[in-house]
């Protein structure tokens, strides 16, 4: 199979360049051009793909060698084109910047697998005409890579811009001034969400008056064709209802990677969202509770009706599967500005900490005696604010071969049929084969 629909790759020079900023505007400038646009964003990040999601109105998707492997890439960059007339991947970090200090997974890594052409976005602030010596360190520094344009951000005036224009290594496709009412506030694991601010979508007007938008569907469109490798057929599924796995989605529980959902959804089972928050009784055979932000929601989570009624599933034997946040609502409590009741099925304590405590991609295995998820490889990264403490009868399912995960390498935490890890894990089919049979078992009791 083949796919040649035009991208880019928008790379930094750095983190803190404006990268994310002028991403999500030129895709706002796009969808005012009147086009189909497809976002992606490269690395283990939940919300840039937020921004992008609700400015293209299409979900953006995550493209992580080391989680998906370059074959997993193409996979989901060809389904997720369909239908779309261009595709812009945002960049994470600088544009070299990969896993441990090397080059895998890096914004030039995503780039040379899509045969993508990249625009560079540079800080210009206080430089001039230096800025040209950082652009052909860029241009020249990986020959394999196709630096194609230059976004120029925080130009002071029109007589800073034209000292940098003087002199050109790589084709200025935009000079961005500074404007400050559009900037998105951050919070301890990165940006606001997008629906706690709109200005990056708004920031799309400023884009199309600062860069050529023309100019840039060209470079986009150098892109050469790509061989996608076939994806192994999923099984067929009987005629019996499919089971439900209950999604927590809201203001919460935020962080999910649309890839596990669509994985889920192909291996047999019926997605169905819900409110820990605002819901009581959702109809649900298992459960998936992903990353957010539980500790910002710790009154109206221990208020929520929810609680005691998924605690009592858990009782039952529902299979649960939590994740970061998931998983500190699983616990007896979450300590913050005071002490929250959570769900308390899994023996252990959450404290949120202003330090961060690990970051960094994750790899392991569930152990063979776990209730549910058989000995299953595991792929997938960490990143929190907070510490889970213990109890002596702790048992744990996911034993981690890189990564901190709850404590030494162990994660995974397990009581009845809830499983609850720190890991934010990219789903293998295997997995998902697995946790949509305990929901189908369930469902028969």
Known sequence: MQ???PRIVIAGTHSGCGKTTISSGLMSALVAHGLEVQPFKSGPDFIDPSHHTLICGRTSRNLDPCMMGEAGILRTFADATAGADIAIVEGAMGMFDGSG????ASAAHVARILKAPIILVVDAH??????HAVIRGFKEFDPRVQLAGIIYNRIGSERHREMIAREEVVPAVGWVTRVEEYEVKSRHLGLMMAHESHGMKDFGRVIQESCDIEQILTVAATAQPLTVPQATAPGSHSAHPRPIIGVAHDNAFCFYYQDNIDRLSRAGSEIRYFSPLDDAQPEMDAVYIGGGYPELYGSAL??????KYLREKVMEGIPVYGECGGLMYLCKSIETDKTYTMLDVLPAQ????????????????FSTRSLWTG??????HEFHYSRVECEPECRFALRLDQGTGIVEGNDGLTEYSTIGAYTHAYFTDAFCRHFVAAAKAFSRR
């Open 101 to 104: 200090g090397t080059d895998v």
């Open 375 to 380: 000995a299953v490889a595991v792929r997938g």
């Open 126 to 131: 206080a430089v001039s005409r230096s800025i």
């Open 302 to 307: 221990e208020r929520s009706k929810f609680r």
């Open 350 to 365: 959450t404290i949120m900490t202003k330090k961060l405590q690990t970051l960094g991609y994750v790899r392991g295995r």
């Open 3 to 5: 796919t040649d629909v």
